[in-house]
């Protein structure tokens, strides 16, 4: 039994990987996530079911667009197969607990907030929201009350650090340090981790993005560097990782 629910926790990631896509997309440029249907990028036809379905349909139409031909991008099998694993990984590692639910959420808004910050530089608030009144119920249902309205302190205080640390980067560097996504996402990351594992998490995002953005300068990359993906992973790292980050926080108590 525990298989076939790995196995049910992979199909749904797959899925929600590929209504991601849509979101992550779509809702930047504010287009519409329901209307028009799902059609191919290159001659505008209407998918079917057929063509939409995860993973299976990108082997069976070998990568092309069933009526022009045209490339299918590899990126987005590879987002629904990793989704899927994860998803199922999640499942089999942690069960039906508080950890899977939440694990499942920051899974969810890696992939979301990559193809959005990487592609359009813009973090959606919804998933945001979302994950926060999720995060909230699920501490209720598990922990408890007073435990929920704690995360939401906790998240508060790391929210307005972010803003502190973003007024002064601007003063200092005379330019936007900080987005208002990741503002935003901070909050989540309070709301999660709590503090000082938050903030820990803040720290290992700036050694995460060092590399990327080495390279954008080395390359002469104008845009600005999208500074959620590697918080959103450093939020994985440390939640996944917890105890372990916790005795690193030992070491200077």
């Given at each position: 039994?525990?298989?076939c ?14 209504f991601?896509?849509?979101?992550a ?15 191919c ?24 667009c ?52 990487f ?42 650090f ?92």
């Open positions: 039994m525990e298989y629910y790995a196995v049910l926790f992979f199909f749904v990631g797959s899925i929600l990987s590929s991601y896509g849509v979101l997309t779509r809702a930047p440029v504010g287009k519409s996530i329901i209307k028009p249907r799902s059609h990028s290159n001659c505008n036809h209407e998918l079917s079911w057929k063509d939409l379905f995860p993973i299976f349909s990108y082997l069976f139409l070998k990568g092309r069933r009526y022009c031909k045209a490339k299918i991008p590899a990126y987005e099998p590879i987002l629904e197969l990793a989704m899927g694993i994860f998803f199922a990984l999640a499942y089999l590692y942690y069960g039906f607990s508080y950890n899977l639910w939440v694990s499942l959420l920051i899974l969810s808004l890696i992939d979301l907030i990559f193809v959005s910050d592609g359009y530089m813009i973090i959606l608030d919804s998933p945001l929201v979302v994950t926060s009144i999720a995060v909230f119920i699920l501490k209720i249902i598990y922990v408890n009350f007073q435990n929920a309205l704690e995360s939401l302190l906790t998240g508060l205080i790391v929210f307005i972010m803003i502190i640390v973003g007024i002064l980067g601007k003063k200092i560097f005379q330019r936007e340090a900080l987005g208002g996504g990741d503002i935003k996402l901070s909050f989540v990351i309070g709301m999660i981790l709590g503090v000082p594992h938050a903030f820990l998490a803040l720290i290992l995002s700036t050694f995460l993005a060092l590399p990327y953005a080495t390279y954008a300068i080395l390359a002469r990359i104008s845009r600005e560097v999208p500074f959620g993906p590697f918080i959103i992973s450093a939020l994985a790292i440390v939640f996944f990782y917890y105890d372990k980050f916790s005795y690193i926080l030992k070491l200077f108590y």
